[in-house]
């Protein structure tokens, strides 16, 4: 089993996946955020302030209450791939005068790789 634990091409895989995320968030790019969920009613999201259950509240929350991320850079990035088609990526985020979390579980899905389960938190700096 080890030896499907963060095989190089997956990990590369998870990081362009990760790097598209990340690039829909900086420039507001709802319908690209909205597209790496998977559209599933178990997809799970929780944010600051909202826990959001199923792609369509997700997509329903990013439509109206959803506020451009603030300017963000990543300080760590954990990627940890388990087979050919699920990974965990974990990201500690520096917001000026804040840090923060954001967790995401992904799966390879026929679509391509599309986060089930993502966590972001606050952590005083």
């Given at each position: 089993?080890?030896?499907?634990?963060?095989?190089p091409?997956?990990?590369?895989?998870v990081?362009?996946?990760?790097?598209?995320?990340?690039?829909?968030?900086?420039?507001?790019?709802?319908?690209?955020?909205?597209?790496?969920?998977?559209?599933?009613?178990?997809?799970?999201?929780?944010?600051?302030?909202?826990?959001?259950?199923?792609?369509?509240?997700?997509v329903?929350?990013?439509?109206?209450?959803?506020q451009?991320?603030?300017e963000?850079?990543v300080?760590?990035?954990v990627i940890?791939?388990?087979?050919?088609?699920?990974?965990?990526?974990?990201?500690?985020?520096?917001?000026?005068?804040?840090?923060?979390?954001?967790?995401?579980t992904?799966?390879?899905?026929?679509?391509?790789?599309?986060?089930?389960?993502?966590?972001?938190?606050?952590?005083k700096?």
């Amino acid at each position: 089993m080890t030896d499907d634990i963060n095989r190089p091409e997956v990990v590369a895989e998870v990081r362009a996946a990760l790097e598209r995320y990340n690039r829909a968030l900086e420039v507001r790019d709802v319908a690209t955020l909205n597209e790496l969920f998977w559209e599933s009613s178990n997809t799970v999201r929780f944010g600051f302030g909202e826990n959001l259950f199923g792609h369509d509240e997700i997509v329903r929350y990013r439509g109206s209450q959803w506020q451009h991320a603030s300017e963000r850079n990543v300080v760590k990035v954990v990627i940890t791939t388990i087979g050919q088609d699920c990974a965990a990526t974990s990201l500690v985020l520096d917001r000026g005068d804040k840090l923060s979390r954001q967790s995401q579980t992904w799966a390879r899905r026929p679509e391509g790789w599309r986060i089930v389960a993502a966590h972001v938190s606050v952590l005083k700096k």
